[in-house]
């Protein structure tokens, strides 16, 4: 698919722009759609609103469905309210997508969805797509939902990207996070391309940073860390030392997104190192 007209919903938002940013990078036209204003927004409102859903939908070749109420919403909004959002109104896009010329949907998820799955015993949690999610709040519940209807039997292709941590946080947070289970929102950005000219490949993927640990150290991060750091990326821990920064005693999981490297081509070049040397 090499190019033409995307919706993104969610456009005015970290990924969603990141997203629409991207695409029109690589010569797609941009539809956004956001109850917010911003730069890539074409279409403000409620993704219930189904005249709205009509005039947003009508000529588009792609969906990148980005748009939600996420995590922090937890307890400030009401579950039903959640599922309104996250599922019903995914249900409706979809039909939407099916009447017009959709030829391809993306769907943004979160790790999240991998819920109580990610608590360790007695070793890092190794979070590949075959461990089960099991979630443990409205946000997880209703993902998972939306991620269920997106990949039931359409008329066109779709694929879901589980994406890692990617929001601001403190320079110190956010770079220990990138060890293992953050990413670069420029790198989310280029796996929802890749997803988008790739219609053949479907199902879930993770979508995280680049890979500093293996398999086979999943004890040890979870009971000393900072010696799998040293061993595995010693110029990772000098930065850290460099900027006082306190590198992780104990690592409780690792994003893997070998499948998306795999299948999609998806190459993480936003690394730690480079976070740090920005700061």
Request: glycine letters at 8%.
């Amino acid at each position: 698919m090499a190019s033409g007209v995307v919706l993104v919903t969610g456009s005015s938002g970290i990924v969603g722009s990141a997203v629409a940013d991207e695409m029109h990078t690589a010569g797609w036209e941009i539809r956004g759609w956001d109850v917010r204003p911003g730069r890539w927004t074409t279409h403000r409102g409620d993704l219930r609103d189904a005249a709205l859903r009509a005039r947003a939908v009508a000529g588009v070749e792609v969906i990148v469905h980005a748009a939600a109420l996420h995590a922090p919403h937890v307890g400030l909004v009401h579950d039903g309210e959640f599922r309104a959002v996250n599922v019903d109104a995914t249900a409706a896009l979809l039909s939407q997508a099916a009447e017009g010329d959709v030829r391809r949907v993306v769907y943004t998820s979160s790790t999240s969805v991998y819920g109580h799955a990610l608590v360790p015993d007695s070793r890092a949690v190794w979070v590949e797509e075959s461990l089960r999610a099991q979630p443990r709040d409205i946000y997880d519940e209703t993902k998972l939902g939306a991620e269920t209807l997106v990949g039931q039997r359409h008329r066109f292709t779709t694929i879901v990207l589980r994406i890692a941590r990617c929001f601001p946080e403190e320079p110190a947070v956010q770079a220990a996070h990138r060890l293992y289970r953050g990413v670069d929102v420029r790198d989310v950005a280029r796996a929802h391309r890749l997803a988008i000219v790739r219609p053949e490949v479907s199902g879930i993927f993770n979508v995280a940073g680049p890979m500093l640990f293996r398999p086979n150290d999943a004890r040890q991060l979870l009971a000393d860390a900072a010696t799998v750091l040293g061993d595995r990326a010693p110029g990772v821990v000098a930065l850290f030392r460099q900027r006082g920064w306190p590198l992780p005693r104990s690592i409780d999981r690792v994003y893997d997104s070998g499948k998306a490297q795999r299948e999609l081509g998806y190459r993480p070049i936003y690394d730690v190192t480079t976070l740090v040397e920005l700061s």
